[in-house]
């Protein structure tokens, strides 16, 4: 027992639930990007900050939660993982490589719903300072060395 | 039951479907999302390429000054060795023979660096091949600058005060700068360009080897002596401020001409 317009209403409700998970597929994927955009950028500056050899780890991990804190999109502090210091391997050691890690575990939402991994990290290797003077003089700058601060 | 007010024969049929222009519609939005989705990517890895070829750039520049700090200090430290002066546009010297292996191992390291350009190109080319891979690039990374430290070995001729005394002759004893030899104090023109690649999306990264001295220092001599230094201070090799560190062209600044 149906009629024109109850399947009209019908096909018109799957129109709109087809639709608004497209729409909500299409707004999540624009959050992921920017947060990975931000996530970058972090890890961009983290490392010309670090590598300059001006900054302490410190120092640049404070910057950076506070850039990603703060803004659009505004990232939870209690999901925020850095790490900044020396690249490991054998390479890396002779090129006296720096890594800047900024990653980001988003709490809650559809992510853990659908069981997708809810970790984004983006990640910046760059050569440290150089030193001044010759490597085997005490004196000279710049004032942190490659794995050191 | 009342129909529905915007029904006509086109977006329904008889049976009273909508479904043909409503599986359209979600089909173009699917198509929409697909281009979003595949612009947002480029977008992305532009971003990431901007930044791979900035760090490569940079960490390449950083390598040259690298080498140019090792070369200034190795020529400084032959002073403790060598007494030079430069007489009638020529370079002559004395050194004592206990001295001798000294110098020579100094005056071995400074000929190594610079008289292996091969060596050192290999060593720039994995080092921007470490950085670019490291931060995404697919494909090796392309010099867009020749790597040339731009220094110029001179030739001293040392009297070595043994009995009885001998004259040998060093054909690379120390370098001067060929960037701006009539500056007292210029900054090095040495830049790295370099071009990194994700695919087909690339992206150019410049910097530029820097002299962190204090512009007003008397002393600095642009890291290196060059060859119109007045008689005075041909006296020794000038060995101030070996103190090269490197800098990242702005990308916004190239189309003003800041930082160049």
């Known amino acids: ?149 | 039951m009342p129909r529905w007010p915007t029904m006509n024969k086109w977006t329904m049929t008889q049976r009273g479907q909508l479904m043909l222009p409503m599986i359209a519609l979600l089909f173009l939005f699917g198509m929409f999302l697909v281009l979003y989705v595949s612009w947002a990517r480029h977008v992305y890895w532009q971003m990431r390429m901007d930044a791979a070829s900035d760090l490569t750039a940079l960490s390449v520049a950083r390598e040259e000054a690298r080498v140019l700090n090792y070369l200034d200090s190795a020529q400084g430290m032959e002073n403790a060795t060598l007494l030079k002066a430069g007489l009638f546009g020529h370079d002559v010297g004395t050194m004592l023979p206990v001295t001798e292996a000294l110098f020579e191992g100094w005056n071995t390291l400074l000929v190594r660096t610079m008289g292996n350009p091969i060596a050192e190109k290999a060593l720039v080319m994995s080092i921007a091949t470490t950085v670019a891979r490291a931060n995404g690039a697919t494909l090796i990374p392309i010099p867009r600058t020749n790597i040339d430290f731009m220094l110029k070995p001179h030739a001293v001729d040392v009297v070595v005060l043994s009995w009885p005394p001998t004259v040998r002759h060093f054909s690379s004893a120390y370098f001067t700068r060929l960037w701006f030899p009539k500056k007292t104090n210029p900054q090095p023109i040495l830049r790295s360009w370099w071009t990194v690649c994700h695919g087909t999306i690339c992206s150019d990264g410049r910097a530029r080897v820097w002299l962190d001295v204090d512009p007003h220092s008397i002393l600095s001599n642009g890291g290196f002596p060059t060859d119109e230094l007045p008689w005075y201070r041909r006296v020794g090799i000038e060995p101030f401020y070996p103190q090269f560190s490197a800098r990242r062209v702005p990308r916004v600044g190239r189309f003003l001409g800041i930082g160049q």
């Open chain 1, 1 to 149: 027992m149906r009629n024109n317009g109850g399947q009209a209403l019908i096909e018109t409700v799957a129109f709109f639930l087809a639709f608004s998970i497209l729409l909500t597929v299409m707004c999540s994927f624009t959050k992921w990007m920017a947060i990975r955009e931000k996530l970058l950028c972090a890890a961009k500056e983290g490392a010309l900050l670090y590598s300059s050899g001006t900054q302490t780890r410190a120092d640049v991990k404070a910057v950076l939660t506070r850039y990603l804190t703060h803004g659009s999109p505004e990232l939870d502090p209690k999901g925020i993982r850095l790490y900044v210091g020396a690249k490991a391997g054998l390479i890396a050691y002779g090129g006296e490589f720096d890594q800047i890690r900024v990653g980001y575990v988003r709490p809650g939402g559809y992510y853990s719903i659908i069981r997708l991994d809810p970790f984004v990290e983006e990640t910046c290797v760059v050569k440290h300072a150089p030193r001044y003077y010759a490597p085997f003089q005490p004196w000279g700058g710049p004032a942190i060395l490659w794995n050191h601060g």
